[in-house]
């Protein structure tokens, strides 16, 4: 072992740049190992991924991964963030003193112009080259070396979820300085003398570096936009010369928007025809004809329900027996502690409180994993980017854009990182009808939520013979959401948010074996997260709901009785005549109310009651029981019948019920506006939904 205290983290920072899904996090995370940090860039949301690299036994930088970008012209707030820092000057970074530049084999042309890019500006390079393995498999062979040689930096071949490579680029990276030369790609003599002119005069009267300036020059000549989102204004003259150059420009009938698009890709046409060999860039057939039937307009949607259907029943079956080894587990550490402790409130309140209250909800670890990893599964083999592409046919109708399906569709995760990843939707309108519609989609919080009321309300009967009930039921709650989600953007596209959704564009990715690693690497960060949550929030909760549900005490009358008069007892009490129109007690109603801040705190709150409530049991009876068994004790009616399962489900499906995420409008929307008018129609949705839902049932004879 390497003594820590030895080694010198210097502030030398490698930024690693790139095109999206070019490798990039999956370089990082082999660089870096578990040595990093992820947190957001102030003030803007787009996530900041930083970690020690250790370069040599004794010397180590910062390496800092950015946001995906295909030039350094920005279109979105994460490419500007990127642009912006490998250009030096951002205010959240310094520059770099080396780039290490992700270039995705497959899409070679596509890197190569980001690459052409960075080599403008003469910072010290080094090219990992990934995804050579699917590259292979199509039958590309890139010689890497002769690559090296045309671009002058090194070119480095990684296979970073195998290792492959590392070690090279470490090496590489230690070692890197300027391109070895100058600029190769060159534009028509005129255009390249007004280009140098201009970016002479940035240097004297704007003070830019030389480098930069190039840059800068190059993009006022051939773009349309002079103010470049946040840029200071340039002097006068520039701009006056600008306006003349420009005019010249089009005398001589040179189109300006594409002659330096051109010129760089006619380089990188020319570097590309001598370094790969093999099939030029078609894809193979194979991949074409499934990319065919997944996306067909009908077979495509019957394969993605049935996708999903599956994703559903499995998470179910496969998940019951480590949840089974984990109640048993718990149940076991209570009995231990039951034996230990002499009884009397103190015991009380760590075994039913505290202990049955995590219990209840680590309970799910295994389905909220399961579910992480069909998600990954399904974005890493590049399914997803066929599934937004069939949605986007089917979105449109809703007016939203295709680009709004992968952040709806990571809200089934979580609608934290599901309303972050609409940072990729350039028009604002639409970006906050699919932020304002996100937290609809069933995340993994409700899935705890759901399971319970499942296992306790819903008969396991198999339907068709092949799903099971409570499988499909699960499905319907998940696939109501994403109804809602839709109907609901479709309102406020017509009303508040009124504007016509811009073309499609996204780009197919190749169909790849899952990398089991970074799948892996994502579990377990989820994993951390919820038992985290499950160790602080949830355990506080639990306590303190045990406290309500058990002082002040009633000495006379039965469990029921001595509940009730409790401050948790009347807290539901109080708010029946509220929740009594949908069916719901005054239990559900303590449930509700706790979970205002988190939807799992309902199964936790649920765990707790029953346990205050049933404190003569042996302790060995499950939660869902204790709730199956439960009979109002007026009517003699069954308090969790099928009916107000289902109404309880459709009320989570609807309502807010969650801090972070108003936490996260507020920070994106910077205004306090959006999440609250956010709160409020969800609320009033989730009410009359349930209310509408629980008096039909009730017609139709269900209970
Ligand atoms: P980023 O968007 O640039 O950060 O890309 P990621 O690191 O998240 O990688 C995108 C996907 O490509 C993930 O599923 C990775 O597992 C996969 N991947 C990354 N590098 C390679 C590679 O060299 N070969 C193959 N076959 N897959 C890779
Ligand atoms: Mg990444």
């Known amino acids: 072992m390497r003594d820590p205290a030895s080694v010198t983290v210097s502030t030398k920072v490698v930024a690693l740049a790139g095109n999206p899904n070019s490798g990039k996090t999956t370089v990082f995370n082999a660089l870096t190992g578990l040595r990093h940090k992820v947190g957001n860039y102030p003030g803007v949301t787009v996530e900041k991924r930083e970690g020690r690299l250790d370069l040599d036994d004794n010397t180590s930088a910062v390496l800092l991964d950015l946001p995906g970008t295909y030039s350094l012209h920005p279109n979105s707030p994460d490419e500007r963030v990127a642009s912006d820092i490998l250009l030096g000057r951002s205010r959240y970074a310094a520059r770099p003193a080396c780039v290490l530049c992700i270039v995705d084999a497959v899409n070679l042309e596509r890197g190569l112009y980001l690459v052409s890019q960075l080599l403008d500006q003469q910072i010290p390079m080094v090219i990992g080259l990934t995804m050579v393995d699917v590259a292979l498999r199509e039958g590309l062979r890139i010689d890497h070396k002769t690559l090296a040689r045309e671009l002058g930096v090194p070119v480095i071949p990684v296979l970073a979820s195998r290792g492959q490579g590392v070690k090279e680029l470490r090496q590489a990276l230690r070692g890197a300085t300027t391109p070895s030369r100058e600029r190769a790609w060159r534009m028509p003599d005129i255009v390249e003398q007004e280009c140098k002119e201009l970016a002479d005069m940035l240097v004297e009267s704007d003070h830019l570096d030389r480098h930069l300036a190039f840059h800068e020059a190059l993009h006022l000549l051939t773009s349309d936009d002079y103010a470049i989102g946040g840029q200071p204004q340039y002097s006068p003259a520039v701009l006056d010369h600008l306006v003349r150059d420009r005019e010249k420009l089009e005398f001589m009938g040179i189109n300006r928007n594409t002659v330096a698009l051109d010129a760089r890709y006619s380089w990188i046409h020319q570097v590309t025809a001598t370094v790969v060999t093999g099939p030029n860039r078609s894809r193979s057939t194979s991949s074409d004809r499934i990319d065919r039937l997944l996306t067909h307009r009908f077979w495509g949607i019957v394969i993605f329900l049935g996708i999903m259907a599956l994703m559903f029943q499995s998470v179910f079956t496969w998940a019951e027996l480590p949840m089974e080894w984990i109640g048993a587990g718990f149940n076991f550490l209570a009995s231990t502690i039951r034996s230990a402790i002499p009884p009397g409130d103190f015991r009380d309140l760590l075994v039913d409180g505290a202990l049955a209250g995590v219990a209840s909800v680590v309970m799910f670890l295994p389905q909220i994993l399961l579910l992480f990893f069909f998600l990954g599964l399904l974005e890493d083999t590049g399914y997803m980017a066929r599934a937004a592409l069939i949605m986007d046919r089917f979105m449109s109708r809703f007016g939203l854009h295709g680009k709004s399906f992968i952040p709806l569709l990571s809200s089934f995760a979580c609608a934290i990182p599901g309303i972050m990843a609409t940072r990729t939707i350039e028009n604002q309108r639409d970006r906050l009808v699919t932020m304002l519609v996100a937290p609809l989609m069933s995340c993994s919080a409700r899935l705890p939520v759901y399971s319970l009321l499942i296992a306790a309300t819903i008969p396991p009967i198999a339907v068709l013979g092949i799903v099971s009930l409570p499988a499909l039921t699960l499905f319907g709650v998940y696939f109501l959401g994403l109804a809602a989600a839709l109907i609901m953007a479709t309102v406020f596209k017509k009303t508040l948010l009124r504007g016509t959704p811009p073309g499609f564009y996204m780009e197919l990715p190749p169909y790849r074996l899952p990398g089991w690693k970074s799948i892996g690497m994502h579990m377990w960060e989820r994993a951390l997260v919820f038992l985290k949550n499950a160790g602080s929030i949830i355990l506080g909760a639990s306590i303190l709901l045990w406290f309500l549900a058990t002082y002040p005490k009633l000495e006379e009358g039965s469990a029921s009785e001595k509940i009730q008069y409790s401050f948790a007892g009347r807290m539901g009490r109080s708010l029946e005549p509220v929740i009594q129109p949908l069916g719901f007690d005054w239990k559900i109603g303590v449930g509700l109310v706790s979970s205002i801040f988190q939807r799992e705190i309902f199964v936790s709150t649920m765990s707790t009651i029953y346990n205050v409530q049933d404190k003569d049991d042996s302790g060995s009876v499950s939660l869902r029981d204790q709730m ?76």
């Open 628 to 703: 199956k068994r439960d009979k109002d004790p007026v009517t003699g009616r069954a308090v969790f019948g099928p009916l107000t399962g289902i109404s309880l489900m459709v009320f989570y499906v609807f309502a807010m019920q969650c801090l972070s995420t108003v936490a996260v409008m507020r920070r994106e929307t910077n205004s306090w506006r959006w999440p609250l008018f956010q709160i409020a129609y969800m609320t009033a949705l989730a009410y009359s939904a349930t209310f509408v839902v629980y008096r039909i049932g009730l017609s139709l004879g269900i209970s």
